[in-house]
């Protein structure tokens, strides 16, 4: 047998019904009936249709906080104590080959989970009271970026 001779066993393949296509059971109007939404093409409702009356989440009420907020990359000072940096001065890009920064466009915050040994110099967009206060008493620095002035923000 040669790949060219292979072909399906007798009867186990069927022709898909070919509809709309001249007299014999499914031909002028395919097998929907006539008129109304189902039988126009592109029709159909939503998941959430309801026969017309309000959908349910449109009845419900509204309650609670909505955030749509920063989403940050965090790092956690115990990350930091196991990369070992010459100069021990982190910023995006030795966070992002340490694996510890994935996402680009996020911004970067520091969280003070774990402890850190050693004095280092932390350059990110954002970090806790808790987390800055451990690497001061360590002898090190947090470095955040300036906060926009008013006049700047109006000139975006």
């Given at each position: ?13 069927k022709?898909?019904?070919r ?44 309650r609670?906080f ?58 990110v ?23 926009k ?8």
């Amino acid at each position: 047998m040669k790949l060219h001779e292979l072909q399906p066993s007798p009867g186990s393949r069927k022709n898909r019904k070919r509809v709309g296509r001249g007299p014999g059971g499914t031909d002028k109007t395919a097998g929907r009936g006539h008129k109304g939404q189902k039988s126009r093409s592109g029709a159909g409702k939503g998941a959430f249709f309801e026969g017309g009356r309000s959908r349910l989440i449109a009845r419900l009420p509204k309650r609670g906080f909505n955030n749509v907020g920063t989403t940050f990359e965090v790092i956690k000072l115990s990350q930091l104590n196991d990369i070992e940096v010459e100069g021990d001065t982190f910023d995006r890009n030795v966070l992002e080959i340490a694996g510890l920064v994935r996402r680009k466009n996020w911004p970067v915050k520091l969280l003070a989970g774990g402890e850190i040994s050693r004095a280092v110099t932390v350059h990110v967009d954002a970090a806790s009271a808790s987390a800055i206060k451990a690497i001061e008493a360590a002898g090190g620095k947090v470095v955040l970026p300036e906060p926009k002035t008013e006049s700047a923000q109006k000139a975006e």
